[in-house]
């Protein structure tokens, strides 16, 4: 079974833009959460989605948000880039079934805000 | 709110020997409690959960870790470690419900041959 993809996989953007990233889960998964992995900060929930819908967002401005689609693909967007926006940003689905609870990890987005 | 400590933030240990890399958290309520392991330029991987039951849990590649809830830790412990298992480890907590993982700041594995 394929794991979790994640595009792209690295990515420069100057200040001020916005960027979309893209995550495929796991076949069957129908959870999706997006987590940001800094040196200074560690990894840091963004938010989930279940079946289209937002379930949990995490300590993060409005400029971060995303979407769920009807076969579970995610997109995260993040709009006027700040130089802070800087991560890996890592892409992870679950089964979300009861005591099911590990979650695989596609291999990230390297975003680089210049 | 929920947190994860890993006090070491460097474990340097012989091939052969034995390793441990230490987790404590804190939780209202009973924790679901995670391993990953991150290789350089690579996502996390799985290594293993408790979620209930036998506190000793077994996972991938020989590792293991207990659960100890007096305590309120959940180290990670292989009896014979390699030099493959350098890597960058985390430890994470959820609560039941809930699918946001809360990790630790991780602990940098060196296993020296």
């Known amino acids: 079974k394929a794991g979790v993809t994640q595009t792209p996989r690295y990515l420069i953007k100057t200040r001020g833009q916005q960027v979309t990233l893209s995550c495929s889960p796991i076949?069957?998964?129908?959870?999706v959460s997006w987590y940001q992995q800094t040196p200074g900060q560690g990894l840091q929930f963004l938010f989930e989605?279940?079946?289209?819908?937002?379930?949990n967002k995490g300590n993060f401005p409005g400029r971060f948000s995303g979407r769920q689609f009807s076969n579970s693909r995610s997109e995260m967007n993040v709009s006027t880039l700040e130089l802070g926006d800087s991560a890996l940003y890592l892409c992870?689905?679950?089964?979300?079934?009861?005591?099911?609870?590990?979650?695989?990890f596609g291999p990230g987005t390297r975003l680089t805000v210049t | 709110a929920q947190s994860v400590a890993q006090p070491e933030d460097q474990v340097n240990v012989a091939e052969g020997n034995p390793l441990t890399v230490k987790c404590t958290y804190s939780?209202?309520?009973?924790?679901?409690l995670f391993w990953y392991v991150q290789y350089p330029n690579r996502g996390l991987q799985f290594l293993l959960k408790?979620?209930?039951?036998?506190?000793l849990v077994k996972g991938s590649y020989g590792f293991e870790a207990e659960f100890n809830k007096s305590q309120t830790s959940f180290h990670l412990k292989k009896p014979s470690a390699l030099v493959s298992d350098s890597a960058l480890y985390f430890c994470a907590v959820t609560l039941p419900g809930e699918r946001q993982l809360t990790f630790g700041s991780g602990t940098q594995l060196t296993v020296l041959p």
């Open positions: 989605y279940f079946s289209e819908t937002q379930r």
């Open positions: 992870a689905s679950s089964l979300a079934l009861a005591e099911t609870y590990e979650q695989y």
């Open positions: 076949s069957g998964h129908r959870s």
């Open positions: 408790y979620i209930t039951g036998d506190n």
């Open positions: 939780v209202s309520g009973n924790p679901y």
